[in-house]
Nanobody, 120 residues
Framework: QVQLVESGGGVVQAGGSLRLACTASGRTFNSGTMAWFRQAPGKEREFVAA????????YYGDSVKGRFTISRDSAKNTVYLQMNSLKPEDTAVYYCAARASFVSAVYDYWGQGTQVAVSS
C-alpha cells in the first residue's frame, strides 16, 4: 500500500525552528512531485510549498515566503520542510502530498499529517 509518512512535528515557541520530513513507501515517487499543505482547526487547507514544474525551483504560499524552505532527497524518496521564524499563526496540521507524475494535475496521495504548535 502506498504511504506518505510525515515526521518532525511538535511544540515550539514563536521565533523558533522546526524541520518536517515526509517519506514515501509502497512505490517510488520523484520527490519533485511532492509538496506541503497545512490546515488549522476550523480553517480550509492552505498551500505551503512545492517544487516548480518538473521539480524545478520551489514556490511558496504568501504567508510563509522567506521563512520556510522546501528541499528533497531523491535517493531517500523524502521531502523536507524547514520552518524558521515560526509564528503562532503557523500552528496547524501539516500534510505532505504527492502527484503520480510530473504531468499529473492533482495530488493523488496524502499523508496523515503531523501537528505543529507554535506558542506565543
Amino acid at each position: 500500500q502506498v504511504q506518505l509518512v510525515e515526521s518532525g512535528g511538535g511544540v515550539v515557541q514563536a521565533g523558533g525552528s522546526l524541520r518536517l520530513a515526509c517519506t514515501a513507501s509502497g512505490r517510488t515517487f520523484n520527490s519533485g512531485t511532492m509538496a506541503w499543505f497545512r490546515q488549522a482547526p476550523g480553517k480550509e487547507r492552505e498551500f505551503v510549498a512545492a517544487f516548480g514544474w518538473s521539480g524545478g525551483s520551489p514556490y511558496y504560499g504568501d504567508s510563509v515566503k522567506g521563512r520556510f524552505t522546501i528541499s528533497r532527497d531523491s535517493a531517500k524518496n523524502t521531502v523536507y520542510l524547514q520552518m524558521n521564524s515560526l509564528k503562532p499563526e503557523d500552528t496547524a496540521v501539516y500534510y505532505c502530498a504527492a502527484r503520480a507524475s510530473f504531468v499529473s494535475a492533482v495530488y493523488d496521495y496524502w499523508g496523515q499529517g503531523t501537528q505543529v504548535a507554535v506558542s506565543s
